[in-house]
């Protein structure tokens, strides 16, 4: 299963390195996992999995899913903070990409594993004609 965004996309597209100083790389790598997968439970209605290749669409969705999670599970919450809205948006407006994207809603930028020739398909031909 690939994982769609690097700890280095997080940085750039999710959540400022500032903001994970002290978070070990494996727990980062695990959040962008579990985004990943999250991704393909979205993904595989349209494309056929694995993908084989996808841009900073697909990246940038992964990441703002991995900086909640990151942000849940490593630093917490103020539930009095408006700081909290911006990253609950963040995270609606990534599930709500996935969510257009398994509708067909979104089109994004990838290539999946899909064969883009008939390799040896089974030819049947008969000398008694069927009628069909």
């Known amino acids: 299963m690939p994982q769609y ?3 280095d996309d997080l ?4 959540l400022k390195k500032l903001a ?4 070990t790389d494996l727990d980062l790598n695990a959040a962008l996992v579990a985004a990943s997968e999250t991704a393909d439970s979205y993904m595989r209605s349209q494309f056929r999995l694995p993908l084989v290749s996808w841009g ?3 990246r940038r969705h992964v990441a703002m ?7 849940g599970a490593q630093r ?3 539930p009095d903070s408006p700081a ?6 963040r995270y609606e407006q990534a599930m709500s990409w996935f969510k257009d994207v398994s509708r067909g809603l979104v089109s994004p930028n990838v290539v999946d594993s899909t064969p883009t020739k008939r ?6 031909s008969t000398s008694v004609k069927r009628g069909w």
């Not at 390799?119 to 049947?124: E, K, M, T, Y």
Request: negative net charge.
């Open 119 to 124: 390799d040896g398909a089974p030819r049947v």
């Open 76 to 78: 917490g919450f103020n």
């Open 11 to 14: 940085a750039q597209l999710g």
């Open 5 to 7: 965004a690097t700890i």
């Open 56 to 58: 900073a669409d697909l």
């Open 20 to 23: 994970t100083a002290g978070i």
């Open 84 to 89: 909290n809205d911006i990253w609950l948006q």
């Open 65 to 71: 899913l991995a900086a909640w999670d990151i942000l």
